[in-house]
Nanobody, 113 residues
Framework: QVQLVESGGGLVQPGGSLRLSCAAS????????MHWYRQAPGKEREWVAG???????NYADSVKGRFTISRDSAKNTVYLQMNSLTPEDTGVYYC???????WGQGTQVTVSS
């Protein structure tokens, strides 16, 4: 069973930046696209960004131009660089591997002054 462990969340002021990491316990990038989702309080979980095995990236319109997804296959780690953060970016951020359907436990991001 592969485990995904997110880290890097925290409290940041509006306009600030954070970099999230998702470390996989095994080499799964060859078989999976990797995604970031987030869930704000009282809202459904929403897809944020994804990167395919081939390296193609896609973003939700709400984060396009501000967030960047990347990966380091040697470290079995996926990253989400988040810039120009707003309070609407607050939520728990989850890493997901598809199609194997592995989820991490999530990391809290709070954007507040």
């Amino acid at each position: 069973q592969v485990q995904l462990v997110e880290s890097g969340g925290g409290l940041v002021q509006p306009g600030g930046s954070l970099r999230l990491s998702c470390a996989a316990s095994g080499s799964i990038f060859r078989f999976n696209a990797m995604h970031w989702y987030r869930q704000a309080p009282g809202k459904e979980r929403e897809w944020v960004a994804g990167i395919t095995y081939g390296g193609t990236t896609n973003y939700a319109d709400s984060v396009k131009g501000r967030f960047t997804i990347s990966r380091d296959s040697a470290k079995n780690t996926v990253y989400l660089q988040m810039n120009s953060l707003t309070p609407e970016d607050t939520g728990v951020y989850y890493c997901h591997a598809s199609p194997m359907d592995y989820w991490g436990q999530g990391t809290q991001v709070t954007v507040s002054s």
